[in-house]
């Protein structure tokens, strides 16, 4: 009997153990990097931990990065820090990506440049079009960048239909003021992913992680407008409130559990960033965050990715990139390596 009952506790952790390790293999980890190809045109170098010349790809994967989110721009100019990322970049760069072992996740802005809570640019080939023409537009747009994709044999895990998009897309057609129309936007994104692979994950995206009745209400509209989904994206930057993350990140934590529950939806914090200057700050930053969306029940937190971490801010001008002036990575970082 007593063999049975150590047999019985032994077989129970073992299983415990294999449920955590498929945790830990899938639970992606990684860096939004669109602006690589701009700084490595510009003659920007980068080092490992050691000093030592490297791919920048490469020292992320050494840092325990599994993943790579790419931006898409429609019909960018080349200005180096506001335009790039064609499609033609993007598939260039999610193939460079794929061959090192990462997972792709595209993250389609619907603009010809930055798209957030304070601008939602039509492309300016859009401009002048009907609501019916944007619905096939945005459809097609997203078939066309994932069909060339495809065709070079990478299929992202994942793809947003939109970037931080609280007030909508495609100003003034998506706003929220109507959101009957963006309601129809967004699953025509959606309609578009999947027609190329159904098993991609459509992420729909907000800033401001900790903001609970901001999520709610927004996502409570997505629902009365059976908007098609399969993931809620958050953005988590202390730095953008001016609060210290200790101060936001129980309401980070509640949110992505809540959100999990009340709408039975995956999680993942798409954008993190905490001030390069700050390194110890920064660390403890990731850490907390990597823990908040661990711990959503049933396998629901998805994963973390830092945006821009290698944007070395003597070229971007970006206070909240990872990356120290001598080449090297920020020792922040490390805290992807748990």
Known sequence: MYKKIVFHVLSLLLVGLQAASAQQSTFAKGADVSWLPQMEAS???????????????????????????????????DDKASGHCSKEETVQMAVRAQKLGFRVMIDFHYSDSWADPAKQNKPKAWENHSFPELLNDVYTHTFEVLSA?????????????????????LWPDGCTHNWKQLGQLLNKGYDATKAVDPKIKVIVHVDEGNNIDKFN??????????????????????????????????????????????????VMVVEVGGEVSKVENTYKLLEATINAVRKVPNNKGLGVMYWEPQGIESWSHYSLNAWLENGQPSPALQAFKK
């Open 217 to 266: 209400a927004f996502f409570d509209h997505v629902t009365q407008e059976n908007v098609r989904y399969d993931v809620i994206g958050l953005s988590y930057y202390p730095f953008w409130i001016k609060k210290d993350y200790t101060e936001t990140i129980a309401d980070l934590e509640t949110n992505l559990i809540n959100l999990s529950k009340k709408y039975n939806k995956e």
């Open 43 to 77: 003659g920007v170098q980068f080092k490992d931990e050691k000093g030592n010349p490297k791919d920048c790809l490469q020292i992320l994967k050494e840092l325990g990065m599994n993943s790579i989110r790419l931006r898409v721009f429609v019909n960018p100019n």
């Open 149 to 169: 994709l495809k065709k070079v044999g990478v299929t992202p895990e994942w793809v947003q239909i939109g970037n931080e998009i609280p007030g909508g897309l």
